[in-house]
């Protein structure tokens, strides 16, 4: 199925609910362009400076858990979608805009590039036993960290199918780590929601304790 290229895809839930799993399976499915913020900022993280004091200190703020300056994380994924938008392709996001502030930001120049009526906005719900459960055992993989597939990671998969790369546990995929993580969603994402709802964003609903078929075929309805 070919999405309008003109359309952005945002993904919301919480740590482990699956919003990379399924944004994986969106670009593949649609020939829309999956605009991952974390690797954004992975990427500026593998090439910090030890001198430039205010990448390191973002730097520590990630690996604690905890979301990186607003400010910093809504220019680099601005800049990105600008540059997407620019060569008519469309996006998916998982996991962004990960703050009100961001929000603020990022929904209207969403609406400026694509108009309001290709913006669709999935939350996927877990529960906060079932996140801690699934990130403690998650495995992505080392070069692209492609998240892997439960049943596989059951069957002892050492090598990412869809790469090759070494299979492993994310480090920020600890249950100290977690308790921050989920703690950080509460506090600074769930906002967001209330925000879209009151500028008439619809926000779509999907149970992300699905298998991860059942939970694609759900998101792929809504955008036939």
């Given at each position: 199925?070919?999405?309008?290229?003109?359309?952005?895809?945002?993904?919301?839930?919480?740590?482990?609910?699956?919003?990379?799993?399924?944004?994986?399976?969106?670009?593949?499915?649609?020939?829309?362009?999956?605009?991952?913020?974390?690797?954004?900022?992975?990427?500026?993280?593998?090439?910090?400076?030890?001198?430039?004091?205010?990448?390191?200190?973002?730097?520590?703020?990630?690996?604690?858990?905890?979301?990186?300056?607003?400010?910093?994380?809504?220019?680099?994924?601005?800049?990105?979608?600008?540059?997407?938008?620019?060569?008519?392709?469309?996006?998916?996001?998982?996991?962004?805009?990960?703050?009100?502030?961001?929000?603020?930001?990022?929904?209207?120049?969403?609406?400026?590039?694509?108009?309001?009526d290709n913006i669709k906005i999935f939350l996927l719900k877990l529960s906060d036993e079932e996140a801690v459960k699934r990130n403690t055992k998650r495995l992505v993989c080392e070069a692209n960290e492609h998240p892997i597939?439960?049943?596989?990671?059951?069957?002892?998969?050492?090598?990412?199918?869809?790469?090759?790369?070494?299979?492993?546990?994310?480090?920020?995929?600890?249950?100290?780590?977690?308790?921050?993580?989920?703690?950080?969603?509460?506090?600074?994402?769930?906002?967001?929601?209330?925000?879209?709802?009151?500028?008439?964003?619809?926000?779509?609903?999907?149970?992300?304790?699905?298998?991860?078929?059942?939970?694609?075929?759900?998101?792929?309805?809504?955008?036939?």
């Amino acid at each position: 199925m070919t999405v309008h290229s003109k359309k952005t895809i945002l993904i919301f839930g919480m740590p482990g609910s699956g919003k990379d799993t399924q944004a994986d399976l969106l670009q593949k499915n649609t020939g829309l362009v999956r605009v991952r913020t974390s690797k954004l900022l992975e990427d500026k993280f593998n090439n910090t400076d030890p001198s430039d004091t205010f990448l390191m200190e973002q730097k520590k703020i990630w690996h604690e858990g905890k979301l990186n300056d607003p400010e910093w994380v809504t220019s680099i994924v601005i800049e990105k979608i600008k540059e997407l938008s620019g060569k008519n392709k469309g996006t998916i996001l998982s996991a962004s805009p990960r703050t009100l502030y961001e929000a603020k930001v990022e929904m209207p120049l969403f609406e400026e590039l694509y108009g309001r009526d290709n913006i669709k906005i999935f939350l996927l719900k877990l529960s906060d036993e079932e996140a801690v459960k699934r990130n403690t055992k998650r495995l992505v993989c080392e070069a692209n960290e492609h998240p892997i597939d439960p049943k596989l990671v059951e069957e002892g998969i050492k090598i990412c199918p869809i790469d090759g790369s070494l299979v492993v546990t994310r480090t920020l995929d600890n249950e100290e780590t977690m308790k921050m993580r989920l703690s950080e969603f509460y506090n600074r994402t769930s906002p967001i929601f209330d925000f879209l709802r009151e500028n008439s964003f619809q926000i779509i609903e999907i149970n992300g304790e699905q298998p991860i078929e059942k939970v694609h075929e759900d998101i792929m309805e809504y955008l036939a």
